[in-house]
């Protein structure tokens, strides 16, 4: 495991305690982010999401992980997301999971 890797949790519960909608919020913003993928990825953006930007449940709640290696494909890219995250209230956490 690379203990550098650092991964922001976006949970689909705003900073009010209000679960986000619309509750496929999680799934659309991972396939807007589908094509940023890691060099020699041969996964197919229309059909898989990111490995960067996945949906996720977490202790029931909906959850997008965006791993911060996003940076170096396009820094805009996880500035996207995470100002999504931001704009609209929800709980944002930097973390790391484990396999």
């Known amino acids: 495991m ?8 976006i949970q689909g519960i705003t ?3 209000k679960t986000f909608r619309p509750s496929d919020w999680a799934e ?3 396939g807007v ?5 890691p060099p020699g990825d041969t996964g197919d953006p229309r059909l898989t999401y990111s490995p960067y930007v996945r949906p996720v449940m977490s202790g029931g709640v909906k959850c997008v992980v965006v791993d ?3 940076r170096e494909i396009e820094p ?3 500035d996207f997301v995470l100002n999504f995250a931001r704009d609209n209230h929800l709980q944002l956490v ?4 484990l396999d």
């Open 33 to 37: 982010m589908a094509q940023f993928r």
């Open 68 to 70: 911060a290696r996003l």
């Open 2 to 9: 690379n203990s550098t890797v650092r991964q922001y949790f």
């Open 15 to 17: 900073k009010e305690g």
């Open 28 to 30: 659309r913003l991972c």
């Open 76 to 78: 805009k890219a996880l």
């Open 94 to 97: 930097e973390a790391c999971s």
